[in-house]
């Protein structure tokens, strides 16, 4: 479950832009129609692509390539962009729940630094009109896992209810921190949830740090104590993944760095693979670190069928090591 958006890329010749909209690099920053609009007229001249995205979106789409059946929950609007989400999903055999609204369909602007750093500029629109009255238990059948973004946490009602009915339903739960800004402004709310609960937990190093106030070594410890699971991705270092007294450190492959974009997202969809396989924690780093070396070489959150085509290959060498 996630803010369902459309992604729409465009790469930078330099950062001036993100300086004169006041936007942080590297941030995740919440703007409205308006300004939404603006910025996107001032990169109309750039190279631009567009795809269903939002953090969840990214994820469910590399669990469904990887083979896995999968299922997403939403909101979008009556548009061209909720049309373009709508399609995308059913393109990767994706099972959607996808209530419809006459607010526009929410878009992130990603705006790619000339060094593969990325900015991004969020239109919520429909997407944060999912409320806790359009979830049910039912929509939880037939699961084995649900996976939700930190972002929803913005509409507590809405994100205590899905995990607590997941939870209840019989599902692993595992939730992605999504944005330090976001930990720093729920901090309270996400530890209670982790705490009652999550099964698995994904952070970044900053969302790490800003949750339990350690580096990463010692954060993945103190998530671990709250959860089933917990991984620390490091960047350019890897992943530090803890489960009980079990610790593994898996490195980063290096790689010609393009775009960040949907890194983490798509880590997340190696690893929980790998658990569905009932892979070692350090195999299932392994696949999660694969297929965010992909992705990063490439513009935006999703990768091609060739790309594909290469995965699977490395994947069923790893799974049979």
């Known amino acids: 479950m996630g803010n369902a958006l459309v992604d729409i890329l465009a790469r930078l010749k330099s950062d001036d832009l993100l300086k004169s909209f006041n936007l942080p690099r590297g941030s995740m920053t919440l703007v409205d129609l308006e300004l939404s609009n603006l910025i996107n007229m001032h990169t109309s001249g ?12 990214n994820t469910i789409h590399g669990l469904a390539r990887l083979g ?36 526009d369909t929410g878009r992130v602007i990603g705006m790619i630094s000339p060094d593969s750093e990325r900015t991004m500029a969020t239109y919520l629109g429909a997407a944060v009109e999912l409320s806790a009255e359009d979830i049910s238990s039912d929509i939880f059948s037939n699961y084995d896992l649900f996976y939700i973004e930190g972002y929803l946490v913005n509409n507590f009602e809405l994100f205590s209810k899905s995990l ?12 992605d921190l999504a944005s330090y800004n976001i930990v720093e402004q729920y901090k309270d709310q996400l530890c ?8 698995i937990v994904f952070a970044n190093e900053e969302e790490s740090k800003v949750l339990t106030g350690k580096e990463p070594e010692n954060a993945v410890k103190a998530i671990a ?97």
């Open 192 to 199: 209670d949830e982790i705490k009652t609960c999550a099964d």
């Open 46 to 57: 750039l190279e631009k692509s567009k795809a269903s995205g939002g953090s969840a979106a």
């Open 225 to 321: 104590e709250k959860v089933e699971i917990a991984i620390v991705k490091i960047g350019a270092k890897g992943s530090l993944i803890k489960r009980g007294e079990e610790e593994v450190h898996v490195p980063a492959i290096v790689v010609n760095s393009v775009d960040t974009t949907g890194a983490g997202d798509i880590y997340a969809a190696g690893f929980l693979y790998g658990l569905s396989k009932n892979l070692s924690l350090e195999k299932c780093g392994r696949l999660g670190t694969l297929l965010s070396s992909e992705v990063i070489q490439v513009v935006g959150p999703k990768l091609g069928d060739s790309a594909w085509t290469r995965i699977h290959e490395k994947v069923n060498k790893i799974i049979s090591e």
């Open 68 to 103: 896995l059946e999968t299922g997403y929950i939403g909101k979008i609007g009556k548009d061209d962009l909720g049309r373009i989400f709508k399609k995308d999903m059913k393109k990767s055999g994706i099972n959607t729940v996808l209530y419809q609204s006459m607010t």
């Open 164 to 175: 607590r009915l997941a939870r209840k339903m019989g599902l692993k739960t595992a939730l």
